[in-house]
C-alpha cells in the first residue's frame, strides 16, 4: 500500500506568516508522528498522536506550533508567526502501535525568510 | 533525559568491505532501537527494528545487535556497495514516552 505522505514538498514563507503542513499516515495506523530535522539540532520529537488519547505536546518548541488529527487519520502541523530560526525539514511518521516500527515521510522543507 | 551518540559522524571505505556503525544511548529503559538510512534531501527509510528482549535482528547484509544494559548498538554491513552510501540514523523509543530519539547520526560513503 502507500506510505506516508506529506505535503507541500517545499514551502517558502515570509517571517511573521503562518503556515500549515499535512501528513497523510499509512492507512490503519493508529499512532502518528511529527519530528523536525536541522542542521544545527539533529532529528527532534515535536508531537505524538495515539488513537483519540490526548496527544504528547511535550516536544512543541513554544505555543506558535500546534498540531491536530482529523478522524484519527490525516494531521496538520501549524506553525504561527513563522521564524528564520523554524527553518527545517518537518518528517511525519506512522506506525501500528506505539512501540512498533515508524515509518517515515519524505518531509516538508519549511524556509522562513 | 535520553541521549543518544553515534560513532564515528563520517566514515569512508572502498567497496567490498565490510563495516560497523557504533551507536550508544544513556537510558538503558527503552522499548526498542531502531536504525535508519536517509539519502539526501529524503526521508528516513527503516533498516531494523530490535525489541528491548531481543539481542539482533538481520536483514541481508545488514545485522543489527543490542546490548540494552551496557547502552550499546552496533549496525554491520556486509560487502559493502557504492548504493549503500547514506547517512545512517540510530534512534531508540523511550519507556513510556513513545518518541524516538536520534543519534545525530553517521555518514557513510563507499567508494566503488
Known amino acids: 500500500g502507500a506510505g506516508v505522505s506529506q505535503s507541500p514538498s517545499n514551502k517558502v514563507t515570509e517571517k511573521g506568516k503562518d503556515v500549515e503542513l499535512r501528513c497523510d499516515p499509512i492507512s490503519g495506523h493508529t499512532a502518528l508522528y511529527w519530528y523536525r530535522q536541522s542542521l544545527g539540532q539533529g532529528l527532534e520529537f515535536l508531537i505524538y498522536f495515539q488513537g483519540n488519547s490526548a496527544p504528547d505536546k511535550s516536544g512543541l518548541p513554544s505555543d506558535r506550533f500546534s498540531a491536530e488529527r482529523t478522524g484519527g487519520s490525516v494531521s496538520t502541523l501549524t506553525i504561527q508567526r513563522t521564524q528564520q530560526e523554524d527553518s527545517a525539514v518537518y518528517l511525519c511518521?506512522?506506525?501500528?502501535?506505539?512501540?512498533?516500527?515508524?515509518?517515515f515521510g519524505p518531509g516538508t522543507r519549511l524556509t522562513v525568510t | 533525559k535520553q541521549e543518544v551518540t553515534q560513532i564515528p559522524a563520517a566514515l569512508s571505505v572502498p567497496e567490498g568491505e565490510n563495516l560497523v556503525l557504533n551507536c550508544s544511548f544513556t537510558?538503558?529503559?527503552?522499548?526498542?532501537l531502531q536504525w535508519f538510512r536517509q539519502d539526501p534531501g529524503k526521508g528516513l527509510t527503516s533498516l531494523l527494528l530490535i525489541q528491548s528482549s531481543q539481542r539482533e535482528q538481520t536483514s541481508g547484509r545488514l545485522n543489527a545487535s543490542l546490548d540494552k544494559s551496557s547502552g550499546r548498538s552496533t549496525l554491520y554491513i556486509a560487502a559493502s556497495q557504492p548504493g549503500d552510501s547514506a547517512t545512517y540514523l540510530c534512534?531508540?523509543?523511550?519507556?513510556?514516552?513513545?518518541?524516538?530519539?536520534f543519534g545525530k547520526g553517521t555518514k557513510l560513503s563507499v567508494i566503488p
Open positions: 537510558d538503558s529503559a527503552i522499548y526498542n
Open positions: 511518521a506512522s506506525s501500528s502501535g506505539p512501540v512498533y516500527e515508524q515509518y
Open positions: 534512534s531508540v523509543t523511550g519507556a513510556g514516552s513513545y518518541q524516538l530519539t
